[in-house]
């Protein structure tokens, strides 16, 4: 078996102290959380295994013309400035461990599957277990591990590498997604 570690929608729009959502509930969780040292304990241990590191972000162009108006999610990006390819807010976290070699998904919906070159990738690196983690909990971590179920990947959700702006939905989200994915620590996740 092969496996594969997603880091999702961990981008300065979100995590940063100077984005956006880092400055509210959801960076407050990200620090509290320990997240960027435990994605990069996550990582470290994919590199030692020689599993390929995915980074996944949302954005979009200077026009937004990929941006759903329709969208309670997405539609008031446009008027705040927020998630546009080449700002500041698309940047993967400065601390997070990220190398030249690995892979970059730039994703216009919550899913990284979705309109991506994901599954193609993951599909020509014969991966058939994917280890993920990143915020929102409820949000692209449980798209990811739904979609990714689905297409029949084994999966693993690293619980203490994941947040959402209120502790509660983060364990609602984590109670929900046992049906989908083995859970397991920075500390315990392994790479096969």
């Known amino acids: 078996m092969t496996s594969a570690y997603l880091v999702l929608d961990l981008q300065n729009d979100l995590v940063h102290t100077d984005g956006a959502s880092g400055k509210g509930p959801l960076g407050e969780a990200v620090r509290s959380r320990r997240i960027i040292e435990n994605t990069n ?5 994919a590199r030692a295994a020689g599993a390929p590191v995915i980074f996944v972000r949302v954005g979009f162009s ?3 013309r990929e941006c759903s108006a329709t ?11 927020l998630m546009k390819l080449g700002s500041f807010g698309t940047e993967i976290h400065p601390d997070l461990d990220r190398m030249p070699e690995d892979i970059l998904i730039t994703k216009h919906r919550v899913s990284p599957f979705y309109g991506t070159e ?13 280890v993920a983690s990143g915020v929102s909990t409820p949000a692209v971590v449980q798209a990811c591990i739904r979609e990714a179920h689905d297409r029949d990947y084994e999966c693993v959700v690293v619980e203490d590498a994941c947040a959402a702006p209120g502790a509660t ?5 984590i109670a929900v997604l046992k049906r989908f994915a083995a859970v397991a620590t920075a500390d315990e996740v392994d790479f096969v």
């Open 62 to 64: 200077e026009d937004y």
């Open 41 to 45: 304990k996550v990582i470290a241990k």
């Open 169 to 173: 939905e983060h364990d609602e989200s």
């Open 71 to 81: 969208s309670p999610m997405f539609s008031g990006l446009r008027k705040a400035g």
């Open 118 to 130: 994901l599954e193609v990738i993951l599909r020509a690196k014969k991966i058939s277990r994917i």
